[in-house]
């Protein structure tokens, strides 16, 4: 299949490497009809990771849009945590919804689980007690409250629990009871609508050897008939397709037929 398309795209207004007009540019390069940016929301605990100012974003994307009126269709989204959602989401073509942190809430502490392992050991220990497979199943349980109450157009990296958990350093993915937990959520977020990605960035990165989600999740995600659309989670221009025909690949390998692509503002099927 041709590659089109992405959404799941970051530049320099938030923690991306590349100017918006890198990105269109690499966009264009790659045959792309149309491209989204979406760069993270706001979170105050976390203030040097997203967009403070979400109209001067908005203006910026769409000061894009009309440079490269006729030659690429670009798209104005943002990438959302639980703890921070967009303020106007109305305003935004969709919405990525992802969850980055393990938290206790009420005593305003967030403890990132994709930053490094350290950050997410901490926050095995401090909130679980060092019980590793809790915090995987809060992690789940939080992420299928993030898919009822938000309702994003798109799930984000949906299992990224398990990026530094090389080896079962944390949890053993191959259990009954992790996979009782991610299978649970991916059952309840599937039936909101949203659309799951194939994210390759912890491929191409160097720390997995698979995307997100995992196998076992993408056949039941196959039996339901959820739609997954590919995606690089892009933070460098030249980065913009990585892993993605292998994604591909994989997907047909596991009996897929078909993605959700982004293509004029909306989403539509296409053939692998």
Same mark, same amino acid.
């Given at each position: ?5 992405? /959404?799941?795209?970051?530049?320099? %207004?938030?923690?991306?490497?590349? $100017? ?11 045959? +792309? ?7 993270? $929301? ?13 109209? *001067? ?6 000061? /894009? ?33 992802? %969850?980055?942190? %393990? ?7 967030? #403890? ?40 994003? =157009? ?15 350093? #944390? ?8 996979? =009782?937990?991610?299978? $649970?959520?991916?059952? *309840? ?6 659309? #799951? ?11 997995? *050897? ?5 196998? +076992? ?56």
């Amino acid at each position: 299949m041709k590659i089109c398309s992405t /959404l799941h795209n970051h530049c320099m %207004l938030c923690d991306g490497a590349s $100017t918006l007009q890198e990105m269109a540019a690499a966009a264009y390069a790659a045959g +792309f009809s149309d491209l989204g940016i979406s760069c993270h $929301t706001w979170a105050p605990f976390d203030p040097g990771f997203g967009v403070r100012d979400e109209p *001067a974003y908005r203006a910026a994307v769409a000061f /894009l849009r009309e440079s490269w009126r006729g030659r690429l269709h670009i798209s104005c989204g943002m990438e959302q945590d639980f703890y921070a959602p967009a303020a106007q989401r109305d305003k935004l073509d969709y919405v990525i919804g992802s %969850l980055h942190y %393990l938290a206790d809430v009420a005593q305003g502490r967030y #403890f990132a689980v994709d930053s490094s392992a350290a950050q997410l050991a901490q926050a095995i220990e401090e909130l679980f007690d060092g019980n590793g497979l809790a915090a995987a199943e809060a992690y789940y349980r939080e992420l299928t409250r993030l898919a009822r109450q938000q309702q994003p =157009d798109i799930i984000g990296h949906f299992d990224l629990v398990v990026k530094h958990n090389r080896g079962n350093r #944390f949890f053993d993915e191959e259990s009954a009871a992790y996979r =009782d937990a991610a299978l $649970t959520a991916l059952e *309840a977020v599937a039936a909101t609508g949203a659309v #799951f990605e194939l994210n390759t960035r912890a491929v191409y990165r160097g720390h997995r *050897a698979a995307p997100y989600p995992a196998d +076992f999740l993408l056949r039941r995600l196959r039996e339901l008939g959820a739609p997954v659309m590919l995606s690089a989670d892009c933070h460098l221009a030249a980065e913009l397709t990585a892993g993605l025909t292998e994604a591909a690949a994989r997907l047909r390998g596991l009996g897929f037929r078909e993605v959700a692509v982004w293509h004029d503002g909306g989403f539509t099927s296409q053939r692998l």
